[in-house]
Structures are given as C-alpha cells and as structure tokens.
C-alpha cells in the first residue's frame, strides 16, 4: 500500500478544495465536515438499518447490546469505507460524482485517512468482542476484508459483476447483527444475508445507469458501460424478482414474521418489480433510473423497519384487530351480494 499512495498524493499547484486552494488551513468545521464525508455516512446508516432490522427480528430486547452493536458495526463500516476511498483516489479524480471527496480534493491525506481506518476497526472489534460475543466481532472484520480485499482490490476494476460479488460484504451487517443478539447464526439470518445481496444490484446498477459516462472516463467495468443499458436494466429485474420470494422465506417456512411484514414486503416488492419492468421498457430514460436508485433505498429502510415493527407486541395487536375489522366488512360484502332480494326489501 505504500507504494500506492503517493500517486493519491494531491498536486498543490492544481488542486483546489471548493475553491480553496491546496494547503489553505481549513476550520475545524471544515475539517469535521471532511472526515464525515470521508466515512459515508449515508451508507453507514443504511447498513445500520438492516442491522437493527436483524436484531429486531432476533428478539433483542437489551437496548445497550442494541446500541453498541450499532456503534462497533458503524465503526467497522466506517473503516472499510475509508480504505475504499483511499484506494480509489485515483479514479475519483476522474469522476465528476466523486473528484470533490475529501482526499481526491487533498482536504485529508492517506495516511490520515489510513490511520483513522485503522483506529476505527480496532475499536470496533474491541467494542463488538467486549460487550456482544467474538462471533459479531469477527463477522464485522470479515466485512472490512471482503469489501477491501474482495471488492474494491480484485473486482470493481476487474469485472462487470463486481458489485454482485463484493455484494457479500454489504449483506454482512445484518448477520452481526443477528450474532450480537443471540450468539449464533440461524437460518432466519442468512436469509437476511440473501435479501441485502440480491437487493445490492438493483441498487447499484441504477446509479452506474446514472453515472456511466463517469464509469466510462475513469476505466471501471461498470455492466452498463460493458453490456449497455437494456441488459442491465434486464438484470436488474432479475434480481429484484428474485429478491421479493427470498423476503418472504421469513414468514413462511422460517416462521419468524407474521402477517403484517408479509404485507408490507409483499408491496414494496411489488413496487420494486414495477419500477423495474418500468426502467426495462425504457433503459435510456435516466428518470426511471434515478426513481429505481430511490425507492431501492426506501425498500431496504422501510423492509428493516417492518421486521421491527412485526415483532413488537402492540403492532401485532393492532394489525389483528384490522385484519379483522377487514374480513367482517368483506363478509357482510359477501352476505349482502349473495341476497340481493333481500337488499331491495329493505
């Protein structure tokens, strides 16, 4: 890696930070606001959702394991994501989506970035071995390996079907998750596992739609730069009717949700689907495209958050009650159309 980072080295007589020239000190809110950028949090957070997603379903019920479970995985996430960043400063200077990140813009240098990453997985195997089991903590460094070594250094420069690979490391958080709640790895979770990897390309190929050109200039495989826009629209309606039968393998056989997340993860998938076919019809338009990327992320969200809300009690009762609200209305419906002389008497 030493030889490596060099080239990431910024040229001070052309690089600017918005505006600012190289070497210009930075406030300590500009600095913060770099090292926020630098650990993405928006993925963090969506990766900590299919986490708590899991602890949920698991029936954890200690919020301090909870929280500390969030706290070690986001860490471990955090330092992944910096190494990745690190090692593709190259491309992302090439890239109009990404030559403004902190380190390609030369606001934070490797090696700072580097030692950060570092600090960050120690002490998220510290926190995750300390107060949940060695299983979680050993199952968030292998996240880090896969997403650094399998992902970022093999395929994204390698291979079309890099994301769908490198998928695994994003369908980790969820099995720590599970890990940290029970200590062990059930069925339950690597269904978990399945639904976050076959929901990675649908995500993911909807923005390399977006951002192909950008593909394109800095060298990356990307399947719609490969294969073009119609057979990559083509897999990823592949994947998502899939996705949508595996999502439901948690309420029939596994039998660890009911009803209500059946509901909810029968209509997202079916809106998934939908977009999908929609994005097939039309490949080229970039608004599809970009509604697919969207509500690909408010799937996964609102999927984890239905899990949560399955397993709590009052829910539960509430959705009874409307079911059976639901089925009388349908049976005086049926009564009524079945008697109709009846209906006139009245």
């Known amino acids: 890696m030493a030889d490596i980072l060099p080239t990431y080295r910024p040229d001070p007589c052309q690089n600017t930070v918005i505006g600012i020239p190289f070497g210009h000190r930075q406030s300590l809110a500009q600095v913060l606001r770099s090292y926020s950028q630098l650990v993405k949090p928006k993925i963090i957070a969506l990766l900590l959702m299919t986490t708590a997603g899991a602890m949920w379903m698991a029936g954890n019920t ?13 860490m471990a996430a955090a330092a992944a994501n910096i190494i990745n960043m690190v090692y593709d400063a190259d491309i992302d200077r090439m890239m109009e989506r990404t030559r403004h990140r902190p380190l390609p813009s030369g606001r934070i240098r490797a090696r700072h970035a580097l030692m950060l990453a570092g600090i960050l997985a120690v002490m998220s195997f510290g926190v995750l071995a300390c107060f949940t089991n060695w299983l979680a903590a050993g199952l968030a460094m292998a996240g880090i390996l896969v997403y650094v070594g399998v992902y970022t ?30 200590g062990k790895l059930s069925w339950a979770a690597w269904v ?21 050109e950008d593909y394109a200039r800095a060298g990356v495989p990307m399947l719609p730069v490969v294969a073009g826009e119609r057979p990559t629209a083509a897999q990823i309606l592949l994947y ?37 076919v929609q994005l097939l019809q039309e490949p080229h338009n970039r608004q599809r495209a970009a ?56």
């Open 153 to 182: 250094h093999w395929l994204k420069r390698s291979s079309p079907q890099n994301i769908v690979i490198g998928g695994a490391a994003g369908a980790i958080p969820p099995l720590v998750g599970w890990a940290a709640a029970t």
């Open 62 to 74: 200690d919020p301090f394991k909870f929280g500390v479970t969030l706290l070690g995985g986001g």
């Open 240 to 276: 998502a009717l899939l996705m949508v039968p595996v999502s439901l393998l948690l309420v029939y056989p596994l039998h660890v949700l009911g009803s209500f997340y059946l509901s909810v993860a029968t209509l997202l998938g079916s809106l998934l689907i939908w977009k999908a």
């Open 192 to 212: 978990m596992f399945a639904i976050v990897f076959l929901w990675t390309p649908p995500h993911f190929w909807a923005l390399a739609i977006l951002k192909q």
């Open 291 to 346: 509604s697919l990327f969207t509500f690909a992320n408010l799937y996964l969200l609102l999927l984890c958050g239905a899990m949560g809300l399955d397993r709590w009690s009052l829910t539960q009762a509430l959705w009874e009650q409307a079911l059976a609200s639901l089925q009388g209305i349908y049976t005086s419906l049926v009564a009524l159309a079945s008697h109709p002389a009846e209906v006139g008497s009245l």
